[in-house]
């Protein structure tokens, strides 16, 4: 089972730039796509970003759409979310989630409830 675990997390003024990573853990041969979700205190959680792993096919949460680029590189079993023009608004700790079997996300918005395994966390901080 894919364990995954983030990194890259931190401080950064607005407007700057950051870039988590996330190890698929265990390997990604049975997953079907990873993903990064967020949450902000006293709010739900919030999907982010996602990637399927055989395809690429990417999605994006509205919020993030033009500012955030989730990629993959299978060789390393490591999905990445490059973060750019960041705002105090996308303070929060981001996870990432692994799925491990098909899903049509064509006429829907990934959820959390879509992923199966999960890691800690990390946490991103935005000043203004």
């Known amino acids: 089972q894919v364990q995954p675990v983030e990194s890259g997390g931190g401080l950064v003024q607005a407007g700057g730039s950051l870039r988590l990573s996330c190890l698929a853990s265990?390997?990604?041969?049975?997953?079907?796509?990873m993903g990064w979700f967020r949450q902000a205190p006293g709010k739900e959680r919030e999907f982010v970003a996602a990637?399927?792993?055989?395809?690429?096919?990417?999605y994006y949460g509205d919020s993030v759409k033009g500012r955030f680029t989730i990629s993959k590189d299978s060789v390393k079993s490591t999905v990445f979310l490059q973060m750019n023009s960041l705002k105090p608004e996308d303070t929060a700790v981001y996870y990432c989630?692994?799925?491990?079997?098909?899903?049509?996300?064509?006429?829907?918005?990934?959820?959390?409830?879509?992923?199966?395994?999960w890691g800690q966390g990390t946490q991103v901080t935005v000043s203004s």
């Open positions: 265990g390997g990604t041969f049975s997953t079907y796509a």
């Open positions: 989630a692994a799925r491990p079997g098909p899903v049509d996300w064509t006429r829907s918005t990934p959820v959390d409830a879509d992923f199966g395994s």
């Open positions: 990637i399927t792993w055989r395809t690429g096919r990417t």
